[in-house]
């Protein structure tokens, strides 16, 4: 099993920054990958951001050269570093832990609120 802890989201003007944070604990040797992804109302849950374990890192088109996905490897936390944030970015940020075999693990998500 692995558990997901996600903290960082909150209400900020458009321009602003946010940084979330999702801290994994249990069996991480398991995990082949982690993503931050993000559900708007009324739409479909989207992937944001992912890193392998690798490190290798894809990013949706629409925060291409805003967002930034990191880890700190001895924390088991992966961050997302949110920039010139747009009011379209607001939703409910969710991470996920992407198993080598199985079935994924989400965190309980944070609210992201980006006011005009």
């Known amino acids: 099993q692995v558990q997901l802890v996600e903290s960082g989201g909150g209400l900020v003007q458009a321009g602003g920054s946010l940084r979330l944070s999702c801290a994994a604990s249990?069996?991480?040797?398991?995990?082949?990958?982690m993503g931050w992804y993000r559900q708007a109302p009324g739409k479909q849950r989207e992937l944001v951001a992912g890193i392998t374990t690798g490190g290798s890192t894809n990013y949706a088109d629409s925060v291409l050269g805003r967002f930034t996905i990191s880890r700190d490897i001895g924390k088991n936390t992966v961050y997302l570093q949110m920039n010139s944030l747009k009011p379209e970015d607001t939703a409910v940020y969710y991470c996920?832990?992407?198993?080598?075999?199985?079935?994924?693990?989400w965190g309980q998500g944070t609210q992201v609120t980006v006011s005009s």
């Open positions: 996920r832990a992407d198993r080598i075999v199985g079935l994924n693990y």
């Open positions: 249990g069996w991480i040797a398991s995990l082949k990958a």
